[in-house]
Nanobody, 123 residues
Framework: QVQLVESGGGLVQAGGSLRLSCAAS????????MGWYRQAPGKQRDLVAL???????NYADSVKGRFTISGDNLKNTVYLQMNSLKPEDTAVYYC?????????????????WGQGTQVTVSS
């Protein structure tokens, strides 16, 4: 089982910054990708940023130039630096990790989610 521990959410004024952290722990062979998703009330959960084990990144158009995702492979931890925050960034942010584990029938893939952390940006 893989567990994710998130931290860094909170209340901030428009133009401010926050840094989210997510650490993965448990039994797995390797992690292939970790990322951040967000969900506002009444809306679907959308990708914010993702980083692969090789260092490749992917960002939603709405956060490009403002958010930066990074990872520490040795610590199995991913970070999301959020700058120039806007009220429309307000949402619950969820950490996700994907990888491979050794199961009953051999190697299998998994996807795990964190509990979510609230980010609120006031105008």
């Amino acid at each position: 089982q893989v567990q994710l521990v998130e931290s860094g959410g909170g209340l901030v004024q428009a133009g401010g910054s926050l840094r989210l952290s997510c650490a993965a722990s448990g039994s797995f062979v390797r992690l292939s990708a970790m990322g951040w998703y967000r969900q506002a009330p009444g809306k679907q959960r959308d990708l914010v940023a993702l980083i692969t084990s090789s260092g490749g990144t992917n960002y939603a158009d709405s956060v490009k130039g403002r958010f930066t995702i990074s990872g520490d492979n040795l610590k199995n931890t991913v970070y999301l630096q959020m700058n120039s925050l806007k009220p429309e960034d307000t949402a619950v942010y969820y950490c996700n990790c994907r990888g491979t584990y050794s199961g009953t029938y051999g190697l299998s893939v998994f996807s795990s989610w964190g509990q979510g952390t609230q980010v609120t940006v006031s105008s």
